[in-house]
């Protein structure tokens, strides 16, 4: 992190409560380890400054944000789970002669 911003200047959605609170306790620290990570992985502030964000926000608040692809998972299983109880046949017989049958 620069000295000029700060979280809540870059109107990151999570900087509400106690992230806010944290980034002001470590204000120093944090954007030492912003420089460092910018340095070492050749990325910009910017860009290190968001995933520090999100790695904090998950460690400080316990939870993990869903990606969009989790959250397809998670209703696909739901789905799968919702359909357990049904007794689909185990076998069903797609072959090219059970479609189309005999043509003799």
Not at 33 to 49: F, G, H, R, S, W
């Amino acid at each position: 992190m620069n000295s000029n911003t700060s979280f809540e200047e870059q109107n990151h959605p999570l900087a509400a409560g106690k992230l806010s609170t944290f980034a002001e306790e470590h204000k120093q620290e944090l954007e030492t380890v912003t420089k460092i990570l910018a340095e070492i992985t050749n990325c910009t502030p910017a860009q290190v400054e968001s995933r520090l964000e999100t790695l904090l926000s998950e460690l400080i608040d316990g939870e993990k944000k869903q990606t969009p692809s989790q959250k397809r998972v998670e209703a696909f299983q739901e789905w799968v789970d919702s359909h357990k109880g049904m007794n689909f046949p185990a076998f069903v017989d797609d072959s090219r002669e059970s479609i189309y049958g005999d043509k003799d």
